[in-house]
């Protein structure tokens, strides 16, 4: 491998992932009464964070959250909700790619991408969707017109078990990825 095939390597291995992560979305557990659900879909973008770093990171996880929106069946309220809970919300776990190759920060930086993530969810919840918190009762199990209550519990529901089963899968899988071929 020369040093001017080390790129198309990468892209073609994010590529890859990409479709992995818009594959296994069919494969999720809806929550009970909140539209969230806990999926898999996070861990073939943070192989990306963790191999490729920050660069390929955010472009992988953009690319991502515009073709889940698009394809993915997924819908939003608006251009402002399909920017925040779609693109940006999956380019943020882009963040993680600032620990490339620290197996040792591997929690960290899932810990980091999710974070992340949660943050863009929250601010969509107590903004854009701070109008229909009196409607949603039903979406987080209990009655509450205060925006960043309902947010905060609606994108909890599925944001932490998402995370813990990022941070187990990545934590497990440590060992198998520096086993790979470095590009």
């Known amino acids: 491998m020369t040093k001017s095939t080390k790129?198309?390597?990468?892209?073609?291995e994010c590529a890859v992932l990409i479709a992995i992560s818009l594959s296994?979305?069919?494969?999720?557990?809806?929550?009970?009464?909140?539209?969230?659900?806990?999926?898999f879909i996070m861990i073939p973008l943070f192989i990306i964070c963790y191999r490729h770093g920050v660069k390929y990171s955010f472009l992988?996880?953009?690319?991502f959250g515009l073709l889940y929106c698009l394809i993915g069946g997924k819908f939003g309220y608006g251009l402002p909700s399909v920017m925040l809970d779609y693109i940006l919300a999956y380019t943020a776990v882009g963040v993680a790619g600032f620990f490339k190759g620290k197996s040792y920060l591997i929690e960290i930086s899932v810990l980091s991408g999710?974070?992340?993530?949660?943050?863009?969810?929250?601010?969509?919840g107590i903004t854009l969707y701070a109008i229909t918190t009196s409607t949603a009762i039903d979406s987080i199990g209990f009655e509450t017109s205060n925006a960043v209550i309902f947010s905060l519990v609606y994108n909890g529901l599925y944001m932490l078990p998402n995370t813990v089963i990022a941070v187990i899968v990545m934590s497990l899988l440590r060992?198998?990825?520096?086993?790979?071929?470095k590009y």
């Open 7 to 12: 790129p198309i390597y990468k892209i073609c």
């Open 60 to 63: 992988s996880c953009f690319v």
């Open 114 to 124: 999710c974070f992340a993530r949660f943050i863009i969810h929250f601010i969509s």
């Open 24 to 39: 296994v979305q069919f494969f999720e557990i809806k929550i009970g009464f909140s539209g969230g659900s806990i999926d």
């Open 175 to 181: 060992v198998a990825l520096n086993k790979l071929p």
